[in-house]
């Protein structure tokens, strides 16, 4: 379970956003301003990070605060499964996905979102899980993240590289018994990789949810 104070930071963040985009008196203002910065005090004490990073990353939420969209392609090619190394987090493996855009559907965000990392042709066929971030033993974040992940048949077996992705390294397949030890965490679990493997052997599996 997450720590009870980033759980009270990221509604005090909610609660400001949510004043600041629909009050329009100036005292009103100013107070949900004070809420902010006590949710960006919270998270700079107890993570280190930079409160004045912090608070650039609160004042550039706009409208209602609602949870984030994290789509995730779950490709299997027999009894392997796609995963591509994240850059950003130190060349640690994770599958292939990201936020969703806007105009997106889940599933053309997914479809997009293996393509660009791995360089493979997909359709999504079933939804294999809707989880919530905080309930699945990710790391902190600053913000409510529900995740996606969607089961991909893949259409062509040899990739075709996007030489505009520069998120991602490469794109290997493994079995359940050699998944790398070194996992994004911040993007997916061992737990959650090997339920998906699960689902890979009984097709018949409904969809989890929290």
């Excluded at 809420?35 to 912090?54: C, F, K, P, Q, S």
């Excluded at 559907?105 to 919530?132: C, F, M, N, Q, W």
């Amino acid at each position: 379970m997450e720590p009870k104070w980033l759980e009270w930071a990221r509604e005090l963040q909610a609660i400001a956003q949510n004043g600041l985009t629909f009050s329009e008196n100036v005292y009103d203002r100013e107070r949900y301003k004070q809420v902010r910065d006590l949710a960006v005090e919270i998270m700079a004490t107890y993570t280190g990070e930079n409160a004045e990073h912090l608070r650039d990353l609160f004042d550039r939420q706009a409208g209602y605060a609602t949870p984030k969209i994290d789509v995730r392609g779950v490709v299997f090619k027999g009894d392997a499964l796609l995963l591509v190394r994240e850059i950003q987090d130190h060349g640690r493996w994770t599958l292939p996905g990201g936020w969703a855009d806007i105009n997106d559907t889940p599933s053309e965000a997914t479809i997009r979102e293996v393509y660009e990392e791995s360089g493979y042709r997909a359709r999504v066929v079933k939804v294999l899980a809707v989880y919530d971030r905080t309930k699945q033993g990710h790391p902190p974040y600053p913000f409510h993240t529900y995740k996606l992940f969607f089961e991909c048949e893949l259409l062509d077996e040899t990739p075709v590289p996007n030489p505009h992705d520069h998120e991602t390294g490469e794109a290997t397949f493994f079995t359940e018994d050699h998944i790398p030890a070194d996992l994004s965490v911040m993007r997916v679990t061992a737990a959650q990789i090997a339920r998906f493997f699960e689902h890979h052997r009984n097709p018949t599996l409904p969809t989890d949810f929290d």
